[in-house]
């Protein structure tokens, strides 16, 4: 969704306190809209069309937003979307992985020479997709590393299989915590241990995660430093964390 | 008052906490000096005088426990309102929501010059300086405040307050509402609008 953002969108912050999101039905100091997506005035050009998302939801939820951008994007032809670059076909398959266009990806992928980097990218595309078993075939083939590792991670939390992967990630945190990688493990190892109501533990893993990849540098600090401030509040139940 | 107060930030590291009553037992000082984050501990002049590490933050309830004696005890009237003084509460639920009953509790106390937000930490925890009016205010001032701990930090030194944005989970976002529009219409690119009310 992030990718997808920033290669089509011009994103910016409006601060509510003042009644500046008036215009879109929203009262000085309420936040009852998340996400508004709208096409740019042009003089003479079309009417502005305006799509509001999460209206009094508490946390867009990834996927739903994904195909609400999407479906924006597709309406409006004329703001033409940005497109793979021109390079080699891993280059191109791994800019639409981004963008979550796994289909898109395989099809560039098929009967490309074997390699690692083939391998993980078939893989994540099959996780993509819930092709769960052909996913856990291609990283079957694959020597340990700390891409592979942490893919074989996300496959278990993709498969609803997270407990399983407490073991692997300490397994990771244990070898490659100076990795930036590492990130997205120790968050994944925090949340494990907040669903298994140890939220001390996993307010401590996450701040080593943190101490260790600040947040200005790493997403899944920023997820951490998040999640661990409002550890007690009431987390929206729709979406799934661990995304 | 403000140079003079954010003067007083420790630049070594070393804060002054005034206690009454009897004077402190070596044991109960060597607890102290052993509390994480206190590089040394000594007294004198009715005050317990504490080095802290760099970046360390030693809490008032630490502290009280470390004493545990009801002899002798950090004297909350008279301890200094400094910039390193943080108060720490539980919003328990959003921070903006939380602020605005708190900042009208403040703003009601006289000797309330202004008071920013410096971190929100862990399970909803609001932290925040106050700022008096004049460079000698102590607690006792204050009055009775919705605390659950005060902090003594030099962590948020040069910290006006706490930015709210920096979580941008990785958007671009552009500076100003003006130029997100000028380039959304120059590009002709879609805007993408994140309206918050400060949270």
């Known amino acids: 969704v992030v990718n997808l953002v920033n290669r089509n969108f011009v994103p910016v912050h409006l601060d509510n306190l003042d009644g500046s999101a008036r215009r879109y039905g929203m009262e000085p100091g309420h936040e009852n809209a998340y996400i508004i997506l709208e096409t740019p005035e042009v003089p003479g050009g079309p009417k502005v069309d305006t799509v509001i998302l999460g209206r009094l939801s508490q946390v867009l939820d990834p996927d739903a937003a994904r195909a609400e951008i999407l479906a924006f994007l597709e309406r409006h032809p004329e703001l ?34 074997g390699s690692t980097e083939l391998g993980l990218l ?13 996913a856990d075939s291609e990283l079957d083939g694959l020597a340990s590393s700390p891409e592979v590792d942490l893919e074989r991670i996300r496959l278990l939390f993709q498969k609803d299989e997270g407990p399983r992967a407490a073991d692997p990630l300490d397994d990771f945190l244990g070898l490659w915590a100076e ?23 996993a307010i401590r893993v996450w701040q080593r995660g943190i101490e260790r990849h600040p947040p200005t540098e790493a997403l899944f600090s920023q997820k951490a430093h998040l999640t661990l401030i409002r550890a007690n509040w009431e987390l929206p139940a729709n979406v799934d964390q661990a995304k | 008052v403000t140079a003079a107060w954010f003067a007083l930030a420790l630049v070594s590291g070393v804060i002054e906490l005034p206690f009454s009553g009897a004077p402190l037992e ?17 007294t004198g002049a009715g005050a317990l005088r504490i080095e802290l590490a760099q970046g360390a933050e030693l809490r008032l309830s630490t502290l009280r426990k470390a004493l545990g004696t009801r002899e002798t005890a950090i004297d909350r009237r008279r301890l200094p309102l400094g910039p390193h003084t943080i108060f720490e509460m539980d919003a328990g639920q959003c921070f903006f929501c939380a602020e605005r009953p708190l900042g009208k509790r403040l ?93």
């Open chain 1, 122 to 134: 078939r893989a994540q595309a099959f996780r993509l997709l819930k092709r769960f078993a052909e």
């Open chain 2, 26 to 42: 070596p044991s109960r000082l060597e607890l102290v000096s052993r509390i994480p984050g206190v590089a040394r501990a000594e």
């Open chain 1, 80 to 113: 033409g979307r940005s497109a793979p670059p021109a390079g080699s076909a891993l280059e191109q398959a791994t800019f639409l992985l981004e963008e979550g266009e796994a289909e898109r990806a395989l099809d560039l992928l098929q009967g490309l020479p």
């Open chain 2, 107 to 199: 703003s009601r106390r006289p000797v309330v010059r202004r008071w920013t937000v410096v971190d929100y930490a862990a399970r909803g925890r609001l932290r925040f300086r106050i700022e008096p009016r004049t460079a000698d205010a102590t607690l006792g001032a204050l009055g009775r405040l919705p605390v659950e701990d005060i902090l003594f930090t030099t962590r948020y030194e040069g910290v006006e307050r706490v930015e709210l944005y920096w979580p941008s989970g990785g958007i671009r976002w552009r500076e100003s509402e003006k130029a997100a529009r000028r380039e959304a219409s120059d590009s002709a690119k879609p805007l993408l609008i994140f309206p918050t009310a400060g949270t």
């Open chain 1, 179 to 201: 990795r930036p990688e590492a990130a997205e493990a120790y968050f994944l190892r925090g949340w494990l241990h907040h669903l298994s109501g140890r939220d001390d533990e």
